[in-house]
């Protein structure tokens, strides 16, 4: 990994329900690892057509 410099704490990530459903596992380890950095997630999946 490399480091930007960027607080995470101002990075947020807005991810759709589907791509978490493609892989629930290895999003669930993304996921919690990102939370632990301080980085803000955010789930839509408004107008997706799903």
Same mark, same amino acid.
């Given at each position: =990994?490399?480091? /930007?410099?960027?607080?995470?704490? %101002?990075? !947020?990530?807005?991810?759709? !329900? /589907? =791509? $978490? =459903?493609?892989?629930? +596992?290895?999003? +669930?380890?993304? %996921? $919690?690892? %990102? #939370? #632990?950095?301080?980085? /803000?997630? /955010?789930?839509?999946?408004?107008?997706?057509?799903?």
């Amino acid at each position: =990994m490399q480091c /930007s410099g960027l607080d995470p704490g %101002l990075l !947020e990530l807005e991810l759709t !329900e /589907s =791509m $978490i =459903m493609d892989d629930p +596992q290895g999003a +669930q380890t993304a %996921l $919690i690892a %990102l #939370k #632990k950095l301080g980085v /803000s997630l /955010s789930l839509d999946d408004f107008g997706a057509g799903r």
